[in-house]
Every structure is written in structure tokens, then in C-alpha cells.
């Protein structure tokens, strides 16, 4: 089972930032938080992941709060390409040598407005 | 540089045949991984190969099975085809290096079993 809670959906204008918040409060310490979307029929797109301190690349940020128990994935200036279903994601640092795929959700479908 | 690459991009089969799908990861990573995803739900984990050893599989029938190749290619084989087997089957690849290292993933190979 999915260890994250995302919201079903969510509504963003054009041009604002759109803020999408995740819910992982069994989340272990070794465990790092991973976001990925989905545009509709093609595969899941890598955007960031984090452990413990707040992360920001070309796609986005990721502010992760210090107990871990919550994230929030911040698209600074959404367009109508970043409609899509954004998923939350808890992967293991490390398993041991064994499989450490990955456990997706139902994700967040993210709607950006014109 | 290319991305994951995975062939056919639509395969039609029938029921009680057998179908193999092929992928082709980034060049330089070393793990690669199968996932099913039917319409509506997220991605679910089949098998993942690390360097040619099968690290792990999820919770799939024996019907299912796949390899890796010397040049980390890798085939997902699916035996007794059944309606339920008609799905998004998506390959991810990876760097092998544990949590810290992100899925790519393809934009998948979509099986209709009729």
C-alpha cells in the first residue's frame, strides 16, 4: 500500500504557483520523498526527490517539513503543460541489495486554468 | 541524449497467446525495472534487474517473467494472456544506486488483450 495522501485534485490558475501538499506521517528515516507526473498516456516524469533538507531544481522545489511527516511540491509558474497526476512517493535509501521500487498512489490530478 | 525506449508502443493480442516487450534504458544505467499500470490507477511494480540478477518482484503471477541482457537491456515475457493483462507496461531505468538514484521511465509499451 501506498504510504503517501494526496489531495484527489486540484485547481491552479496560469502563471501562479501551484502548490501541491503530500501527507507521508510514517515515513521512516531512511526513506527519501519522491515526486513524479504524468501527462496523460505517457510515462512518469522524474521531477525531485529530498531526504531531510528543502531541494529545488529547473522543474520545481520541494519543501519537506522537519518532523518529515509532510511535503509540499511548489510548481513556481504553472502552465497549461503542467496539467497532469502528480504523485508522491516514499523510496527506501537504501534496501539492502534488495528491490527498491517504487509505490505509487491514486496522485493528485493538478488541473492548471487558463 | 535518449531517453528510456521501449517497443512496440501498442501490441493486440488474444487471449492464451504470449507477448514480450522490450526496453532499452539510458545509456549508463545499470537497474532496470517493470511496471503495470491499467487505466485509472498508478503505476505497480513487476520485477526489477540490477545487473542482470533479479533484485525483487511484486506481487504478480508466474505467468509473468523477464531478463536482462549483457547490455542491460531487458524483456518483460507475459505467458496465457488473460483480459486482465491489458495494461500500460512501462520500464523505468536507473543508475542501480539505491534511493538516491531516480526512475526514468519510458512512455511504455499498450497491450490489448482481446
Known amino acids: 500500500d501506498a504510504k503517501t495522501t494526496q489531495p484527489t485534485s486540484m485547481d491552479c490558475a496560469e502563471g501562479r504557483a501551484a502548490n501541491l501538499p503530500c501527507n507521508h506521517s510514517?515515513?521512516?528515516?531512511?526513506?527519501?520523498v519522491y515526486w513524479y507526473r504524468q501527462i496523460h498516456s505517457q510515462g512518469p516524469q522524474y521531477i525531485i526527490h529530498?531526504?531531510?533538507n528543502n531541494e529545488t531544481n529547473e522543474m520545481a522545489s520541494l519543501i519537506i517539513t522537519e518532523d518529515r511527516k509532510s511535503s509540499t511540491l511548489i510548481l513556481p509558474h504553472a502552465t497549461l503543460r503542467d496539467t497532469a497526476v502528480y504523485y508522491c512517493?516514499?523510496?527506501?535509501?537504501?534496501?539492502?541489495?534488495?528491490?527498491?521500487?517504487?509505490?505509487f498512489g491514486k496522485g493528485t490530478h493538478l488541473i492548471i486554468q487558463p | 541524449d535518449a531517453g528510456v525506449t521501449q517497443s512496440p508502443t501498442h501490441l493486440i493480442k488474444t487471449r492464451g497467446q504470449h507477448v514480450t516487450l522490450r526496453c532499452s534504458p539510458i545509456?549508463?544505467?545499470?537497474?532496470v525495472s517493470w511496471y503495470q499500470q491499467v487505466l485509472g490507477q498508478g503505476p505497480q511494480f513487476i520485477f526489477q534487474?540490477?545487473?542482470?540478477?533479479?533484485?525483487g518482484r511484486g506481487n504478480f503471477p508466474d505467468r509473468f517473467s523477464a531478463r536482462q541482457f549483457p547490455n542491460y537491456s531487458s524483456e518483460l515475457n507475459v505467458n496465457a494472456l488473460l483480459l486482465g493483462d491489458s495494461a500500460l507496461y512501462l520500464c523505468?531505468?536507473?543508475?542501480?544506486?539505491?534511493?538516491?538514484?531516480?526512475?526514468?521511465f519510458g512512455n511504455g509499451t499498450r497491450l490489448t488483450v482481446t
Open positions: 523505468a531505468s536507473s543508475t542501480g544506486g539505491q534511493g538516491n538514484s531516480p526512475l526514468h
Open positions: 510514517t515515513i521512516s528515516g531512511n526513506e527519501y
Open positions: 529530498g531526504l531531510k
Open positions: 512517493i516514499v523510496r527506501v535509501v537504501y534496501s539492502g541489495g534488495g528491490a527498491d521500487g517504487l509505490t
Open positions: 545509456s549508463g544505467h545499470k537497474s
Open positions: 534487474y540490477y545487473e542482470k540478477e533479479e533484485r
